[in-house]
């Protein structure tokens, strides 16, 4: 079992930045790759990044290529989520969450999920 949980979100305004964490408990956090996800009112919930074991490989989704980084502490057990130059279209819920695939960008990919993080970004 992994315990997550995501912290960091909050309002910003559009050009703004936030750093969400996902911090995880339980079976050995280096044994899974880490990916986050979004959830935007009535709307599915959609890949946005995924980080591989040792974090020497990431993927995006296209449309926050160049804004958002993704990357992991193993030390710390935490993976994290840069977001910059934020738009409105990316307010949503942001979930982190854990699984064995690579590269992983569907949620049948991932085995665990934290509860989430809510993202405003104001106009």
């Known amino acids: 079992q992994v315990q997550l949980v995501e912290s960091g979100g909050g309002l910003v305004e559009a050009g703004g930045t936030l750093r969400l964490s996902c911090a995880a408990s339980?079976?050995?956090?280096?044994?899974?790759?880490m990916g986050w996800f979004r959830q935007a009112p009535g709307m599915q919930r959609e890949f946005v990044a995924t980080?591989?074991?040792?974090?020497?490989?990431?993927y995006y989704l296209d449309s926050v290529k160049g804004r958002f980084t993704i990357s992991r502490d193993n030390a710390k057990n935490t993976v994290y989520l840069q977001m910059n130059s934020l738009k409105p279209e990316d307010t949503a819920v942001y979930y982190c969450?854990?699984?064995?695939?690579?590269?992983?960008?569907?949620?049948?990919?991932?085995?665990?999920w934290g509860q989430g993080t809510q993202v405003t970004v104001s106009s």
């Open positions: 969450a854990a699984g064995r695939l690579w590269v992983a960008t569907r949620e049948d990919e991932y085995d665990y």
């Open positions: 339980g079976r050995a956090f280096r044994d899974y790759v």
């Open positions: 980080i591989s074991r040792i974090g020497s490989g990431t």
